[in-house]
């Protein structure tokens, strides 16, 4: 598992508006790596809403959002349009970046949906340098990360 200190594993996925987006192309700016399960359901789309209506904080603390998930590109791309995302967000279909982070329900929901390799809730936050200073790995897919400790941890890199 990551923790704080590890070089963040960069990774290169395609966003919902058909962008190549690589971790390591926001090398000087702090950036926020969130996964969430899937688009356009309850809990995930309260998570990405809180994020887009904090952008304003987000962008004094100069930190880049990234919001992935194992969703395809164009279901991404309905979702943002539907909810006005401002920041990408990224189809890990193939599943490489969540195991690279070890992010990854083994099953979803078991008994009642039984989904393999869906993303786990979870946050990072990974400095100007690439180094993880924040790490959020939510064992339930109805939590919501802790919004005020990543706040707390980007102020603590101005």
């Known amino acids: ?29 702090n950036v926020v790596v969130l996964f969430f399960p899937f ?17 304003t904080v987000y962008n004094e603390l100069d930190a880049q959002v990234l919001a ?31 195991e690279a982070y070890d992010t990854k329900f083994e099953v979803f929901v078991p008994g009642k949906f039984d989904y393999k390799g869906v993303a786990k809730r979870s946050a990072f ?13 939510l064992p339930s897919a109805g939590d919501e990360p802790n919004y005020d400790a990543i706040k707390a941890t980007l102020e603590s890199l101005k």
Not at 4 to 22: C, K
Not at 39 to 55: H, Q, Y
Not at 74 to 79: E, I, P, T, V
């Open 1 to 29: 598992m990551l923790k704080i200190g590890d070089v963040a594993p960069d990774f290169t996925l395609r966003s919902h508006d058909d962008q190549v987006i690589t971790l390591s192309a926001f090398k000087g700016k």
């Open 39 to 55: 688009a356009n359901t309850g809990v995930c789309t309260k998570e990405l809403c809180s994020f887009r209506d904090g952008m």
């Open 68 to 98: 992935i998930s194992v969703d395809s590109p164009f279901s991404l791309k309905l979702w943002a349009e539907k909810n006005n995302f401002t920041f990408p967000l990224l189809s890990d279909f193939n599943k490489e970046v969540i």
């Open 125 to 137: 936050v990974v400095d100007k340098n690439g180094i993880i200073q924040y790490v959020e790995v």
